[in-house]
């Protein structure tokens, strides 16, 4: 019953057939993030789940004289965009690329022709995509289940919003790279414990 | 025979401690050549120098012609890695783990005849270590470096272990091994560096390190007949006689096993249970690595 009986007779497959390595490292390590279901939970479920309460709730609607006459419902719109953004920029990231260091896994990538920096382009291909369906949802459905109001200056906004999640990613890098102790990030940043 | 690699008087320290003094090892084609020590000797700074994960602090190092620090790219295709504790993301899986490495390479092997289901969290030990290796062969690699290939792996799995690295060499690839099992090393390797200190201490096959070793040998056996100790400690060859559980033991150097036999023939008393234990690599490396 071997699990991993190392190749016996090695033979080398036929060329013509390599599968394109970048490729398939993004989509290991995007099964792998959804498989850990922090990110998704917290990045995606978090801000959506707080929408639908926010939404629910009448007095969220009513408009106010504080806020220059907008409702509670579209002021908290784009503070639950930078929810989403910094629990993946600021929690999913470093503690996903903590790991992979205290495991030896971008040691071992090291030493394959893919590299150490290709891990990390993936995740932070995989968080920014994230991020993305994270504000679209929020956006989504704000509008149509809650006739939330939808940025004014589109342009504007999408600039604002990926300077934002450039800066929180980059937070990220810095606190995988520093907090070497589990203990460390759990402490700061992390919204729950998972393993 | 031509050199894969080559290490030239390596130097590494971190801070102000000397992991490897001076180390300078030539690895000939098809060889599987073995590097053991005590613990803290400099056997992995070393292979992590030819793996190009470290930079030298000095000396030279050329691996299928190419510098690990400069040319990793081209090597990193052309040699397969076992580091000694890296692991792979908890929920990956064993095919999936196959699968994404084998896409790194130009020409690997087929990873398909080995896929399983199991996620890496849910291996056991030797298992996690059966897949550490079939990752590190899985590029069809001419250079193997290999660290700590057989640790928390049991004796049958340790002797498939040893077989299939032997067929690796066998289609040609070079291996580089470092290791603590002794009876590994005098199974696997056609030569050893024994390393101590950051130092090669000595160098060469199993046997002629056993052999040089001068370590007394052992014969243990049952007399058949009563047995007057005189009659063998009077022998030059025989350095000392003791009796444990009814069997005698004596140790000698030299020709003490003819000795002994022809001693006890000409009294016509039979040696049964008759045991020899010679000198092994074990006793060259105690010897070696004990005079510091």
Same mark, same amino acid.
């Given at each position: 019953?071997?699990?991993?009986?190392? !190749?016996?007779?090695?033979?080398?497959?036929?060329?013509?057939?390599?599968?394109?390595?970048?490729?398939?490292?993004?989509?290991?390590?995007?099964?792998?993030?959804?498989?850990?279901?922090?990110?998704?939970?917290?990045?995606?479920?978090?801000?959506?789940?707080?929408?639908?309460?926010?939404?629910?709730?009448?007095?969220?609607?009513?408009?106010?004289?504080?806020?220059?006459?907008?409702?509670?419902?579209?002021?908290?719109?784009?503070?639950?965009?930078?929810?989403?953004?910094?629990?993946?920029?600021?929690?999913?990231?470093?503690?996903?690329?903590?790991?992979?260091?205290?495991?030896?896994?971008?040691?071992?990538?090291?030493?394959?022709?893919?590299?150490?920096?290709?891990?990390?382009?993936?995740?932070?291909?995989?968080?920014?995509?994230?991020?993305?369906?994270?504000?679209?949802?929020?956006?989504?459905?704000?509008?149509?289940?809650?006739?939330?109001?939808? !940025?004014?200056?589109?342009?504007?906004?999408?600039?604002?919003?990926?300077?934002?999640?450039?800066?929180?990613?980059?937070?990220?890098?810095?606190?995988?790279?520093?907090?070497?102790?589990?203990?460390?990030?759990?402490?700061?940043?992390?919204?729950?414990?998972?393993? | 025979?031509?050199?894969?690699?080559?290490?030239?008087?390596?130097?590494?320290?971190?801070?102000?401690?000397?992991?490897?003094?001076?180390?300078?090892?030539?690895?000939?084609?098809?060889?599987?050549?073995?590097?053991?020590?005590?613990?803290?000797?400099?056997?992995?700074?070393?292979?992590?120098?030819?793996?190009?994960?470290?930079?030298?602090?000095?000396?030279?190092?050329?691996?299928?012609?190419?510098?690990?620090?400069?040319?990793?790219?081209?090597? *990193?295709?052309?040699?397969?890695?076992?580091?000694?504790?890296?692991?792979?993301?908890?929920?990956?899986?064993?095919?999936?783990?196959? *699968?994404?490495?084998?896409?790194?390479?130009?020409?690997?092997?087929?990873? *398909?005849?080995?896929?399983?289901?199991?996620?890496?969290?849910?291996?056991?030990?030797?298992?996690?270590?059966?897949?550490?290796?079939?990752?590190?062969?899985?590029?069809?690699?001419?250079?193997?470096?290999?660290?700590?290939?057989?640790?928390?792996?049991?004796?049958?799995?340790?002797?498939?272990?040893?077989?299939?690295?032997?067929?690796? *060499?066998?289609?040609?690839?070079?291996?580089?091994?470092?290791?603590?099992?002794?009876?590994?090393?005098?199974?696997?390797?056609?030569?050893?560096?024994?390393?101590?200190?950051?130092?090669?201490?000595?160098?060469?096959?199993?046997?002629?390190?056993?052999?040089?070793?001068?370590?007394?040998?052992?014969?243990?056996?049952?007399?058949?007949?009563?047995?007057?100790?005189?009659?063998?400690?009077?022998?030059?060859?025989?350095?000392?006689?003791?009796?444990?559980?009814?069997?005698?033991?004596?140790?000698?150097?030299?020709?003490?096993?003819?000795?002994?036999?022809?001693?006890?023939?000409?009294?016509?008393?039979?040696?049964?249970?008759?045991?020899?234990?010679?000198?092994?690599?074990?006793?060259?490396?105690?010897?070696?690595?004990?005079?510091?």
């Amino acid at each position: 019953m071997p699990t991993a009986s190392a !190749p016996a007779r090695p033979q080398a497959l036929p060329a013509g057939t390599p599968e394109p390595a970048t490729l398939r490292l993004a989509a290991t390590e995007l099964t792998l993030f959804i498989r850990e279901q922090i990110g998704p939970i917290w990045g995606l479920g978090l801000p959506v789940v707080l929408l639908v309460i926010f939404g629910s709730i009448p007095s969220f609607h009513h408009a106010r004289e504080s806020l220059g006459g907008q409702n509670l419902l579209d002021t908290y719109m784009p503070v639950l965009v930078a929810l989403a953004l910094a629990l993946l920029g600021l929690s999913a990231l470093p503690s996903i690329l903590a790991s992979y260091r205290e495991r030896g896994i971008l040691r071992r990538m090291s030493t394959t022709p893919i590299g150490p920096q290709r891990v990390l382009g993936a995740q932070l291909a995989i968080h920014l995509g994230m991020a993305i369906i994270a504000t679209a949802l929020v956006l989504g459905v704000g509008r149509t289940a809650y006739g939330a109001a939808l !940025p004014r200056q589109p342009a504007m906004y999408a600039l604002v919003w990926l300077l934002a999640a450039v800066a929180l990613l980059a937070l990220g890098l810095l606190i995988a790279a520093i907090a070497r102790a589990h203990g460390w990030r759990r402490a700061s940043v992390r919204p729950s414990s998972s393993r | 025979m031509t050199a894969v690699v080559e290490v030239r008087e390596l130097r590494k320290s971190y801070g102000d401690t000397v992991a490897v003094r001076d180390v300078s090892l030539t690895v000939q084609r098809g060889e599987i050549f073995g590097i053991i020590g005590p613990n803290g000797a400099g056997k992995t700074t070393t292979v992590e120098c030819i793996e190009g994960l470290r930079t030298p602090d000095r000396g030279q190092i050329r691996v299928l012609g190419l510098d690990p620090g400069r040319d990793h790219g081209e090597l *990193r295709q052309r040699m397969g890695v076992q580091l000694q504790d890296s692991q792979l993301p908890e929920r990956l899986r064993v095919g999936e783990a196959l *699968r994404l490495f084998s896409s790194f390479y130009r020409a690997p092997v087929d990873w *398909r005849a080995l896929m399983e289901r199991t996620k890496f969290g849910k291996l056991s030990g030797g298992q996690r270590q059966r897949l550490s290796i079939a990752l590190a062969l899985v590029g069809n690699p001419e250079v193997v470096v290999l660290d700590e290939l057989t640790t928390g792996l049991d004796p049958q799995a340790r002797r498939d272990t040893w077989t299939l690295i032997e067929g690796v *060499r066998d289609r040609g690839a070079t291996i580089v091994l470092v290791t603590h099992f002794m009876e590994e090393a005098e199974w696997l390797c056609d030569r050893v560096a024994v390393i101590d200190s950051g130092r090669i201490v000595a160098l060469d096959s199993p046997a002629a390190l056993a052999a040089a070793s001068d370590a007394p040998q052992r014969i243990t056996f049952r007399p058949a007949a009563p047995l007057d100790d005189a009659l063998l400690t009077a022998l030059p060859e025989v350095t000392s006689l003791e009796r444990r559980r009814g069997e005698v033991v004596v140790t000698g150097t030299g020709n003490v096993v003819t000795a002994v036999t022809s001693a006890l023939a000409s009294r016509g008393i039979v040696a049964g249970q008759l045991r020899v234990e010679q000198a092994s690599l074990e006793d060259a490396f105690i010897t070696l690595t004990a005079q510091r």
